[in-house]
């Protein structure tokens, strides 16, 4: 091959990644500007996540970051919005809707977190986002695959629509109940998006490179890794957010809205989602057999059992993380195995029923630990 050809290969791929380093950069210099200054702003309104008996941090903390990774998503797309047209959310044309459906989900965080809504008035606004994103994108998830081993699952009409739209709303409530722990959901929305290029074979675009910029930064003042940016958590408009984000990009790739073909069959998906999903189907069983209302918020996911048993902050952060890489790893595995979709589906139920006896038994202990120190 003439040398003039390699220059040209090159150049082509230099240029492309010093735009994303670009890209990243300023991504990752506007969230922390954002949270420098919207932090003395939600202070002064009262926009802050105070200690109680399930939040053990000290001190008043402003719940500026999802609103700052919003910001710069927004910016973000004004800036690059038009210029990469080989990504799954161009070619989709999904930027101008994700960004709509994102906003209302921001701005119900927030009058959540200020003013804590009502269950049914977040039930109603989380469902209205599902309709518009399923709506814009035209997103069915109507193939389920061969998952039970007995020929392909296929929804139909007005099925396929209303378990999208179910799809979406547990998706970002699983992320959204993920969130309790510093650093912790930052870091699962980073190794899911990662995995899921991996899985997809995709190029990261604006969104994913936006987002995982945008989340490095906020763990800066998360983690509280430099002394003068504010420590700063994401509330619920930011662990939504990402749950919408996370969700938006599996079902562009599971549901025939890239290329007019799947990317990934829907059972090598659901690893990507793994570990939130683990976490708010186990907790849900936990509180259904307590007899408990499932929506309501206490003390019984991951983050809290392993604090129970005294593990500190970093061990939990490492161990969870870990966890949250192992899932989607097996997932990698099997899809490029070859293995069945019925066999990836049974496997993925079993690592369920695994996680779920571990659980069980981890809370046993730790509750007889805890009764034994009680006074």
């Given at each position: 091959m003439p040398l003039?050809?390699?220059?040209?290969?090159?150049?082509?791929?230099?240029?492309?990644?010093?735009?994303?380093?670009?890209?990243?950069?300023?991504?990752?210099?506007?969230?922390?500007?954002?949270?420098?200054?919207?932090?003395?702003?939600?202070?002064?309104?009262?926009?802050?996540?105070?200690?109680?008996?399930?939040?053990?941090?000290?001190?008043?903390?402003?719940?500026?970051?999802?609103?700052a990774i919003f910001l710069t998503l927004i910016i973000a797309a004004a800036l690059w919005g038009q210029a990469d047209p080989s990504t799954p959310e161009k070619q989709t044309n999904a930027l101008l809707p994700f960004l709509t459906a994102g906003g209302l989900l921001v701005v119900i965080g927030i009058l959540d977190d200020r003013l804590q809504l009502t269950v049914l008035t977040r039930i109603l606004a989380e469902v209205a986002v599902a309709v518009i994103l399923v709506e814009s994108l035209d997103l069915r998830l109507s193939n389920l695959g061969d998952l039970l081993g007995t020929g392909a699952i296929k929804l139909s009409g007005y099925l396929a629509y209303i378990f999208t739209v179910l799809v979406i709303f547990v998706v970002v409530n699983a992320y959204n109940m993920l969130d309790g722990m510093d650093g912790l959901l930052g870091?699962?929305?980073?190794?899911?998006?990662?995995?899921?290029?991996?899985?997809?074979?995709?190029?990261?675009?604006?969104?994913?490179?936006?987002?995982?910029?945008?989340?490095?930064?906020?763990?800066?003042?998360?983690?509280?890794?430099?002394?003068?940016?504010?420590?700063?958590?994401?509330?619920?408009?930011?662990?939504?957010?990402?749950?919408?984000?996370?969700?938006?990009?599996?079902?562009?790739?599971?549901?025939?809205?890239?290329?007019?073909?799947?990317i990934i069959l829907p059972a090598t998906a659901l690893y990507l989602l793994g570990l939130p999903l683990f976490d708010m189907a186990f907790t849900t069983l936990r509180r259904l057999a307590r007899r408990k209302s499932p929506v309501r918020a206490d003390n019984t996911h991951i983050h809290h059992l392993l604090h129970m048993m005294g593990l500190s902050g970093r061990r939990s952060l490492l161990l969870i993380g870990s966890l949250g890489l192992i899932i989607p790893s097996l997932g990698l595995m099997l899809a490029r195995a070859g293995v069945a979709e019925s066999q990836q589906f049974g496997i993925f139920v079993g690592c369920f029923a695994i996680y779920c006896i571990v659980m069980s038994q981890a809370w046993h202990v730790a509750g007889r630990w805890g009764r034994r120190g009680s006074p």
């Open positions: 003039s050809i390699y220059f040209l290969v090159f150049s082509r791929l230099s240029h492309k990644m010093i735009s994303s380093l670009l890209q990243a950069c300023i991504a990752f210099s506007l969230t922390l500007l954002w949270i420098i200054i919207l932090s003395p702003m939600a202070i002064r309104i009262g926009l802050v996540d105070a200690p109680n008996q399930r939040k053990q941090h000290e001190g008043e903390i402003p719940i500026v970051g999802g609103i870091i699962i929305v980073m190794i899911t998006i990662l995995a899921f290029h991996v899985f997809t074979g995709l190029e990261p675009g604006l969104i994913s490179i936006t987002v995982i910029a945008s989340l490095t930064a906020f763990l800066v003042s998360n983690l509280g890794l430099v002394w003068f940016i504010p420590k700063s958590f994401l509330g619920d408009a930011g662990s939504k957010l990402l749950g919408l984000i996370v969700v938006a990009l599996v079902l562009l790739v599971t549901s025939r809205q890239v290329g007019n073909d799947r």
